[in-house]
């Protein structure tokens, strides 16, 4: 996915009030029998912007796989990292029923009032977890970005399930917390 596709989806919920996911939801329970039907239901009905509309209308189309697919595929050949993914969403969901879990298809975005950690099996051993910070340093452990970009602030790479320990599920709490 190009950057501007994935901040625009990140920036979503803040610039329309929904996430991809619930627009998707919003979609569904409609029919429509053109593009330009689905985006003019958006504009008017939701006073969502003519490029966001068209966007999530486009996605929605896409949007073919399940989740649990969209996950399967991303960890086949990777499924000893499955645990470590096990984990955190295990850890995730303890947060808050606020939180949306939006697997994609190299990764899994976690979003409150936006996206506060990303998942990504990275090569056949390592899972990039990415994290968006205001303001914190980095430290041996929690890494700048890399490979993220601008999509996240930091990152911490996990290679076995025992390192979703307390420091990491505190900075994912702390990244959720900072998300409002």
């Known amino acids: 996915m190009d950057k501007a596709l994935q901040t625009m989806i990140n920036n979503m919920p803040e610039k329309t009030g929904k996430s991809l996911e619930e627009w998707f939801k919003v979609l569904k329970s409609k029919s429509f029998s053109k593009h330009s039907e689905a985006v ?7 006073q969502v912007t003519h490029g966001f509309a068209n ?5 929605s189309k896409q949007e073919s796989s399940s989740d ?39 990764s899994v975005s976690v979003i409150r009032k936006r996206q506060f950690i990303l998942i990504k099996p990275a090569t056949k051993i390592r899972i990039d977890l990415g994290f968006k910070f205001k303001d914190k340093p980095t430290s041996e452990r929690l890494e700048n970005s890399g490979p993220f970009g601008t999509m996240c602030t930091h ?11 307390d420091e990491l599920k505190g900075w994912i709490k702390e990244a959720y917390d900072e998300s409002v």
């Not at 003019?40 to 939701?46: M, R």
């Not at 990152?155 to 320990?165: A, C, G």
């Open 68 to 106: 649990e697919d969209l996950v399967v595929s991303q960890y086949d050949g990777k499924e000893n990292l499955l645990p470590i993914y096990k984990a955190l969403i295990d850890f995730v969901n303890t947060l808050g029923n606020d939180v949306t879990i939006t697997p994609k298809k190299t």
């Open 155 to 165: 990152r911490v790479q996990l290679n076995e399930v025992s390192q979703v320990d």
């Open 55 to 59: 966007t999530i209308v486009t996605l």
């Open 40 to 46: 003019k239901f958006l504009k008017e009905e939701h």
